[in-house]
């Protein structure tokens, strides 16, 4: 089996990566790197002792963290999550077998717990928006995996969407789809706010304009 790296980008998770990195060891035997962007909080400090590789930036904003996680990556299989225990390790070793088969293993939220009324309508308005983009059913997910040879080069995301960048991007049609029952994070705050979703938008108008150039947008 191929090395697997496992990105985790984080902003002010020091209640939660210690318990992530200890549950994920006992799953998989994987280099683990955190990005952080200093975090006020010190889960750099705490991502130092805990993880294999701990990056500090001076800036914000995750798809670009997780850019940078691509790169220091040492392992041909990338996996990347969320630091929130909202993404069950458990799901980890299915993602990655899928690789055998597939060009991208996408982690699917079939159901959400805990989630506010206007999260349900903002995560669908935004699903929707991006299904003339692709097909897969949740192109918002934050956890999949993916060769490292297989991302794309020309990745220029803005906020949040990582996977939908790599699917537009890469043109990626062949992927694993694996179910899983998101759990709203218990511990610490979610990033997601108005700006994020203005952030949104702009990449989304991008990732249109990308692909009418392209001449290939699924209506
Ligand atoms: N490095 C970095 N990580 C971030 C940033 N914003 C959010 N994250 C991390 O990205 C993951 C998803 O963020 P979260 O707030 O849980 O989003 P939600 O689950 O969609 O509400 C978590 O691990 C966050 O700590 C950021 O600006 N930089
Ligand atoms: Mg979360």
Known sequence: MNKVSIIIP????????????????????????????SSPDGTYELAKQVADKAILRRKRGLATAVIEGFEHASGKIIVVMDADLSHPP???PKLVNALLVHKLAIGTRTQTRNWGWSRKITSHIATLLARPLTNAKDPMSGFFAIKKSDIPKNLAPLGYKILLEILVKSGIKDYAQIAFVFYNRQRGKSKIGFRTNINYLKHIKRLYFYKIRKNILNF
């Open 10 to 37: 984080t902003y002010n998770e020091v209640e939660n990566i210690e318990k992530l990195i200890r549950k994920i060891r006992k799953i998989i035997d994987a280099e683990i790197i955190v990005i952080d962007d």
């Open 90 to 92: 458990e799901l980890i």
